[in-house]
């Protein structure tokens, strides 16, 4: 009977990869709240009229104690925030909106399940030393400014399209892009709603503008 065994043991087995590579495992995707999950509710459903900072009717997605009233730690599916965004036919963000993408979607249900944290002590990587437009600058903003800023969406706000090299360059050559970065006054702060991006981001940003912006 030793085939007998043999067959049991492969399809034990089996079953055990199959479940195996269902669960999440912690070690990944490193997800940190700060700054893979929040930019995604600021900057595709906090804009006015939808889930802006101080809405309690709707729920104000720009801060985590707000996000997490629609969440159910450790239960993507039972969390109405990851429930509207999934399946094939998701209700959010509404029609004519940036719709999330299908990482930003594995992001926060992978971040659900693994407990909805927002740990102070979140280690993310951030080279300076590099800033090439298609891996460091459009991935900033697609990130962080694309669900108030893109033609294909809701709305250019403020008539600026950062989803794409020319209405980031657009945004340079009309000197509005840093000043909004930075915060500098006379520009309205942004990304609008949220924290000022980290001393990394702009030191990349800024030094792809100081190299003549390629479209590299
Ligand atoms: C929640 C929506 C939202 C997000 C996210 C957002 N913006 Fe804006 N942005 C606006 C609105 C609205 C305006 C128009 C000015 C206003 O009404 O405040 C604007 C204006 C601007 C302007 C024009 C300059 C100015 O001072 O008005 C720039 C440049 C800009 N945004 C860059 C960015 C960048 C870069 C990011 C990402 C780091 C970003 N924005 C994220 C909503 C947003």
Redesign the pocket.
């Known amino acids: 009977m030793l085939r007998l065994r043999v067959v049991k043991v492969l399809v034990f087995a089996g079953i055990l990869i199959a479940t195996t590579t269902c669960t999440w495992k912690a070690s990944e995707p490193s997800v940190c709240f700060s700054e893979n999950i929040l930019p995604i509710f600021?900057?595709k459903c906090?804009?006015s009229g939808c889930h802006e900072s101080g809405s309690t009717r709707r729920g104000d997605f720009t801060t985590y104690e707000g996000i997490m009233t629609k969440v159910d730690a450790g239960h993507p599916l039972r969390s109405e925030i990851y429930t509207k965004i999934d399946g094939n036919n998701p209700s959010m963000p509404k029609k004519g909106y940036t719709t999330l993408t299908a990482q930003e979607i594995y992001y926060i249900k992978a971040w659900i399940s693994m407990g909805a944290l927002n740990p102070s002590n979140c280690v993310t990587v951030c080279d300076t030393t590099s800033f090439k437009f298609t891996e460091d600058i459009q991935p900033?903003?697609n990130t962080?400014?694309v669900?108030?800023?893109s033609t294909s969406g809701a709305s250019a706000?403020?008539n600026?399209d950062?989803s794409n090299y020319s209405g980031v360059v657009n945004?340079i050559a009309n000197n509005?892009?840093m000043?909004?970065?930075k915060h500098s006054s006379g520009?309205?702060p942004?990304?609008?709603?949220?924290n000022q991006?980290s001393n990394c981001q702009i030191s990349k940003i800024q030094s792809w503008i100081n190299s003549g912006y390629p479209n590299n």
């Open positions: 600021i900057s906090s804009m900033i903003m962080w400014c669900g108030c800023h706000s403020g600026v950062l945004a509005q892009l000043g909004a970065i520009f309205n942004m990304p609008q709603g949220g991006l």
